[in-house]
């Protein structure tokens, strides 16, 4: 069994899931394009409440969702009871992924590459459990790309990681994706307002791992 306490953030949990409780159609749209055309078996990982589950399509056998905040992974587990496609919520976290390697068909990541305490060794961790041609597809807010609200967010950074789950808004992630070894076939970068927070540069694509 891992040690997950360094991972508990109850007070974020409980603001993520009032952040989320009201209908925010845009950010569903892209949870949407996120998992489009999505099929086989699927890790999702730092699934937070669950908020993609509705949206992945039919053709995905199973999603494995790996969630370490317990609150969080609590009300996971109330949204895969009615989820589309079969869903099964387990603790762990992106470090040290529980699972044999090249056991996914594809790996889903959305808005947690922020949170995580080092995104080159998750982007390892997502490389060995993906089969060689399996699809990473990922959701994220990423450093601004001016210079003046890049150092904004540098500057605001260490209050904003504690108060938002240890988020850092500065993070350079499409880089770091593809020095992760995973080649980016489609990306692309826009300004999208979470319900709760300023309005951020995101991006959204999918890279896939060579074979
Ligand atoms: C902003 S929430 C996003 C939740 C969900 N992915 C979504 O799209 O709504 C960030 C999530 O990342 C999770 N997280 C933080 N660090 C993590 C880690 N090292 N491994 C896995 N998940 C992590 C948090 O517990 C939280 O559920």
């Known amino acids: 069994m891992q040690d ?6 109850p007070r974020f949990a409980r603001m993520y899931e009032r952040m ?3 209908a925010d159609p845009a950010t569903t749209d892209l949870r949407i ?11 999702e990982v730092g699934a937070g409440n669950g908020l993609n589950f509705p949206h992945y399509p039919a053709g995905v056998t199973e999603v494995v969702a790996v969630e370490p905040e317990h609150l969080l992974r609590a009300a996971a587990e109330r949204a895969a009871a009615t ?20 056991s996914f ?3 889903v990541l959305s808005l947690v590459l922020c949170s995580v305490p080092d995104q080159r060794v998750t982007l390892a961790e997502v490389r060995r459990v993906l089969r ?3 699809e990473l597809r990922f959701f994220e807010h990423v450093r601004s790309p001016s210079p003046v609200r890049g150092l ?10 504690r108060l938002a789950g240890g988020c850092r808004p500065n993070r350079e992630t499409a880089a770091a994706i593809e020095a992760g070894g995973l080649v980016v076939e489609e990306h692309q970068r826009f300004v999208h307002h979470l319900p709760g927070s300023p309005r951020l540069t995101h991006i959204l694509g999918r890279a896939r791992n060579p074979a």
Not at 83 to 94: C, M, R, W
């Open 83 to 102: 989820a589309p496609v079969p869903v099964v919520v387990v603790p762990g976290h992106a470090g040290s992924l529980p699972f044999d390697a090249d």
């Open 132 to 134: 060689s041609g399996g």
């Open 152 to 161: 904004l967010q540098d500057l605001i950074t260490p209050l904003w990681r």
């Open 105 to 107: 068909d594809a790996v």
């Open 33 to 43: 394009r996120l998992l489009a055309g999505l099929r086989g078996r699927v890790l």
């Open 20 to 22: 989320t409780a009201r």
């Open 4 to 9: 997950l306490s360094q991972f508990q953030d």
